[in-house]
């Protein structure tokens, strides 16, 4: 059984390649802290170069990627996932389900009461809040924290996330957990996308997507 939270999955750079981040705002990110606290958490690597990076890190990068791609100012950020450490008691603020946008700022939803507060100074949202990027991220009713990872870049016809149970945090085919780099590495050395799809049980449609996006 994985630990999400301690144990490490991934390498940032391959962390970044999934997600679609530049190696380097990665690495940057891995260094920023709010409220004392790292913005997107690492563990010690068994060795120099090794996985860091555990599957609610994953997620935390996805999020402050996603909220960064709506303009949102880096200081919401913080405010936000400083705001769910200290009243909520989770210190992976943006691995949170409490967290949401509109695009403008950075809201916590107070479950308890249903209420929705600006973080920082706790002011009620004027606009509809829209959270469309929590929807790449699939929650158990029972579980802190996500089960899963939808990475968005791929489309409905070939959902692939990333889930700590499979492939060790490589991507996988949702619908049958077939490794993303299995389907492609067969692509690659010139196999048909009609064998392919006869190797892993795919239909075309769903490796010629895959391939489409990750070859």
Same mark, same amino acid.
């Given at each position: 059984m994985i630990d999400k939270v301690q144990d490490a999955l991934l390498t940032p750079s391959d962390t970044a390649r999934y997600l679609g981040i530049p190696r380097s705002t990665m690495h940057s990110w891995l260094a920023e802290k709010a409220a004392g606290a790292p913005l997107v958490h690492t563990v010690p690597p068994v060795k120099r170069g090794w996985p860091s990076v555990p599957f609610v890190a994953v997620i935390e990068a996805y999020v402050l990627?996603? !909220?960064?791609?709506?303009? !949102?100012?880096?200081?919401? &950020?913080?405010? #936000? #996932?400083?705001? &769910?450490?200290? @009243?909520?008691?989770?210190? $992976?603020g943006l691995a949170d389900r409490r967290i949401a946008t509109d695009g403008i700022d950075v809201f916590v939803h107070y479950v308890d009461t249903d209420e929705l *507060?600006? #973080?920082?100074?706790?002011?009620?949202? &004027?606009?509809?809040v829209i959270s469309d990027y929590l929807n790449y991220i699939v929650w158990e009713p029972s579980d802190a924290y996500p089960a899963r990872l939808r990475l968005?870049? $791929?489309?409905?016809? *070939?959902? @692939? @996330? &990333?889930?700590?149970?499979?492939?060790?945090?490589?991507?996988?085919? %949702?619908?049958?957990?077939?490794? =993303?780099?299995?389907? =492609? +590495?067969?692509?690659?050395? +010139?196999? /048909? /996308?009609?064998? @392919? %799809?006869?190797?892993? +049980?795919?239909?075309?449609?769903? =490796?010629? *997507?895959?391939?489409?996006? %990750?070859?």
């Open positions: 990627r996603s !909220l960064r791609e709506l303009k !949102l100012g880096k200081d919401k &950020i913080r405010d #936000a #996932a400083a705001e &769910i450490r200290n @009243v909520f008691g989770n210190p $992976y *507060a600006r #973080a920082g100074d706790r002011q009620m949202p &004027i606009r509809e968005r870049q $791929y489309p409905d016809t *070939a959902q @692939v @996330v &990333i889930d700590p149970r499979f492939g060790w945090g490589a991507p996988v085919v %949702a619908r049958n957990k077939v490794p =993303v780099e299995a389907v =492609v +590495g067969m692509w690659r050395a +010139g196999e /048909s /996308s009609e064998t @392919v %799809a006869d190797e892993y +049980g795919l239909t075309v449609d769903e =490796v010629e *997507a895959v391939v489409r996006v %990750a070859a």
